[in-house]
């Protein structure tokens, strides 16, 4: 069964930069997309970005556009998101999902992801 498991959060400057990683252990070809999402408090879960993995689309949300890059290392099974120059806004709990049988589809929708991490807190602040 598939289990995802996100590392790398943690208090960062605005401006400055970090790694989140999401190991997906048990991935089968059924699960065709990786999200990421983030849940501030009293807000809805966003989606951030998505990955197709079988061709390595990539959709990423207007508000990190530019700042933040989606990356596969395919031989770990692992998932980056390189988050660069951090604002004050971008303070949440950051998660990984799996999508099942459908690709990334230029939305990424938190309804439509079927496998989850345990989250990891990015906070940004001086």
């Known amino acids: 069964q598939l289990q995802l498991a996100e590392s790398g959060g943690g208090l960062v400057q605005p401006g400055g930069s970090l790694r989140l990683s999401c190991v997906a252990s048990?991935?089968?070809?059924?699960?065709?997309?990786i999200g990421w999402f983030r849940q501030a408090p009293g807000k809805e879960r966003e989606g951030v970005s998505c990955?197709?993995?079988?061709?390595?689309?990539?959709y990423y949300a207007d508000s990190v556009k530019g700042r933040f890059t989606m990356l596969r290392d395919a031989a770990r099974n692992t998932v980056h998101l390189q988050m660069n120059s951090l604002k004050p806004e971008d303070t949440a709990v950051y998660y990984c999902?799996?999508?099942?049988?459908?690709?990334?589809?230029?939305?990424?929708?938190?309804?439509?992801?079927?496998?989850w991490g345990q989250g990891t807190q990015v906070t940004v602040s001086s």
């Open positions: 999902a799996a999508r099942r049988y459908s690709p990334c589809a230029g939305r990424v929708s938190p309804y439509e992801y079927d496998r």
């Open positions: 048990g991935l089968t070809p059924d699960y065709r997309a």
């Open positions: 990955m197709t993995l079988s061709i390595g689309s990539i």
